[in-house]
């Protein structure tokens, strides 16, 4: 029987991993990642994403169009696409690796076993961080950008200026998920066993010795 403890936040890891996956996965596909409305068309708003851009009418009529090419993407679009793919990526592998790797898994048995454990554990942590720090980058970027454009004291006022969507809102709680998610995994990991077992093997030795030890004056007497 393991850990209650170490159990729980193996569980809390994997459980906040899986949302942040999902987070990810909606931020990825959402078309939310820009907004933008005008006082000239009060009835109509705009939505940019990284796969195609709609037009929202006031009556809940919604329509949208895919980018025509690849190659007429901005370089933000471009980055933001493969960041989020990678995260994406290396976020379902820090939840694979991990799941051998829970203590109620009886996967490795022994103490090379347990050792294998903490080290896929060790591993899913890394790798859950890498596709929060993967995550965060676009979404912060593309934050970063929309803010410098919409202050720009060059453009006129009357121009209308994108503001932030949802699903820059999302992909930052998703990027702080899998940092808190691979924070979790690691920190779940016990003290090496291998520690205790010498522990006890060098404390049993020293009872067999204080043991023998008055076996071995008594016979020295007779």
């Not at 705009?46 to 009529?61: A, I, K, N, S």
């Not at 934050?143 to 060059?154: G, L, N, P, S």
Request: aromatic share 6%; net charge neutral.
């Amino acid at each position: 029987m393991g850990n209650p403890c170490v159990c729980a936040l193996e569980l809390l890891g994997v459980l906040v991993g899986s949302l942040a996956w999902f987070c990810s996965l909606a931020t990825t596909l959402m078309p939310q990642w820009l907004t933008l409305s005008t006082e000239l068309l009060p009835t109509e708003s705009f939505e940019q994403g990284l796969w195609e851009t709609c037009v929202v009418q006031e009556m809940g009529g919604l329509e949208c169009r895919p980018y025509d090419s690849i190659l007429g993407l901005t370089a933000d679009i471009q980055m933001a696409r493969i960041l989020m793919c990678l995260c994406l990526s290396t976020s379902m592998l820090g939840l694979l690796v991990a799941v051998p790797g829970l203590s109620q898994i009886k996967s490795c048995p022994g103490e090379d076993g347990q050792c294998a454990k903490r080290a896929l554990k060790i591993i899913a942590g890394v790798l859950c961080m890498v596709s929060g720090v993967l995550g965060l980058v676009p979404v912060s970027v593309a934050a970063h950008t929309t803010v410098v454009k919409f202050f720009d004291e060059r453009v006129p006022e009357v121009i209308p200026r994108w503001e932030f969507g949802d699903a820059i809102f999302i992909g930052w709680v998703a990027g702080f998920l899998h940092v808190i998610a691979g924070v979790l995994l690691i920190t779940s990991i016990p003290r090496s066993h291998r520690g205790q077992a010498r522990f006890t093997q060098h404390h049993h030795r020293q009872e067999v010795r204080t043991i023998h030890s008055p076996a071995r004056k008594h016979s020295e007497y007779v």
